[in-house]
């Protein structure tokens, strides 16, 4: 066989199962020393090419070691050369550590039954066999030994998502984590989730919470207001097409047009119709008229539910040229609430005619038909009232009688 050229690494040495390497520089704190001063062979304190750790650097920068004594010197004025860590001792597996399976075959080459690469188990035995290791899964099952290149140490993560697993079976919360976006299914409105209606979005903020005998997941609402307690079978977890569509306005809101550069003025009360998904994805029809246009998310403020009953309410009046509850003489209205004293208190949902108007206190007046033998007259409050017809659209009225509300 030809001659092999091998090189010697010289500049190296293993101390304590960690590497070090000859470097040209000062010495630091944490490097190892070789004396190389002759004096050596006659000083007690130090041996000749022996090693010495640097524990810390004096004022002066000189290496401080620990001597053959056990006493602190100076290295000042002595000859050394110096050596750098480059790599760490490796750590053998030991009992109480967590390891992951990265090989699922015996020294015969045949599949283990019972093991799985990439389970997550912990070592219970060692010995000094070719198989050193009895790892079991880590409900206490599977007991099983293995080769020492079949197993590595498992991270931190990697146990606690096995541990989760596994607790999942026990604990049903388990599935949650904080940050989880989840719909509240049942138990809403009662204690403890007071506050908290069903068919909401929450946030998950404990899902190991202690609280009602630690067997509920702490929640809040995704808009800051209201936090209860829920068993984990009255949520579920949102899709990740939910939790994207959280981000969207969905079609049917009602908004407010934020900006005047496009076809809709500014401050304009609209419908999202459609969400095209596209980069200005909202088109926004006006609760009135009859002109469109589409809107990024940012162009749009999204009204509540009670914002936009009021803004629906101002449209329907604005459509007909008056302001809220503005009832004129000559409209058809229902009756739809009972006052007292009241003509039509007997007679509510009745269809009638507003015969006169005033601006002060009860200020409808309705037309009593004929059929009525009630002598209470009927001042009405506008509360009380629907429009069915304005006077302006009456076929059988070519002008409208009495002032405004």
């Not at 022996?50 to 004594?69: K, L, T």
């Not at 909401?200 to 509920?216: A, F, I, L, N, Q």
């Not at 002060?360 to 038909?369: D, E, M, S, Y």
Request: aromatic share 8%; proline share 4%.
């Amino acid at each position: 066989m030809a001659k092999l050229n091998v090189t010697i690494p010289a500049n190296e040495v293993v101390i304590e199962g960690a590497t070090y390497r000859k470097v040209d520089r000062a010495a630091a704190a944490g490097d190892v020393v070789k004396i190389t001063e002759e004096d050596a062979h006659d000083s007690g304190a130090l041996t000749f090419d022996a090693f010495y750790r640097v524990e810390r650097m004096d004022s002066a920068h000189d290496p401080q070691i620990i001597d053959n004594y056990g006493d602190e010197m100076d290295l000042c004025g002595w000859e050394f050369e110096v050596y750098e860590k480059v790599s760490e001792p490796v750590r053998r597996l030991t009992v109480g550590d967590y390891v992951k399976v990265t090989d699922d075959k015996t020294s015969w080459g045949h599949t283990r039954e019972g093991v799985t690469v990439g389970e997550i188990r912990e070592i219970v035995f060692v010995d000094s066999s070719d198989c050193p290791f009895r790892a079991e899964r880590l409900d206490g099952t599977g007991r099983v030994w293995f080769r020492e290149d079949a197993l590595v140490l498992a991270t931190e993560a990697e146990v606690a998502e096995a541990k989760r697993k596994i607790a999942q079976t026990s604990d049903p919360r388990s599935q949650f984590a904080k940050g989880d976006k989840v719909r509240l299914v049942s138990g809403g409105g009662d204690h403890p989730l007071y506050g908290c209606p069903n068919g909401k979005v929450y946030e998950v903020k404990d899902p190991y919470t202690t609280m009602h005998s630690g067997t509920r997941v702490k929640i809040t609402r995704t808009d800051g207001v209201g936090i209860g307690f829920a068993l984990p079978s009255e949520i579920v977890k949102l899709t990740a097409e939910e939790i994207e569509a959280l981000d969207r306005i969905p079609v049917g809101s009602y908004v407010r047009v934020l900006t005047d550069e496009k076809d809709l003025p500014k401050d304009t009360i609209g419908k999202v119709t459609v969400d095209d998904k596209d980069s200005r994805p909202y088109r926004v029809e006006p609760l009135v008229g009859r002109d469109w246009d589409w809107y990024r998310k940012d162009q749009l403020e999204v009204l509540t539910e009670a914002e936009a009953e009021q803004a629906a309410e101002v449209a329907k009046w604005a459509a007909i040229g008056r302001k809220v509850n503005e009832y004129k003489a000559g409209d058809i209205v229902k009756y739809v609430k009972a006052t007292i004293p009241h003509g039509l208190n007997e007679h509510v949902g009745i269809t009638t005619e507003i015969s006169s108007v005033k601006d002060w206190g009860n200020p409808i007046r309705l037309v009593k038909p004929s059929y009525i033998s009630s002598s209470v007259d009927t001042w009405t409050r506008v509360e009380s009232l629907e429009l069915i017809v304005p006077v302006e659209s009456r076929f059988d009225r070519s002008k409208p009688k009495g002032g405004a509300a």
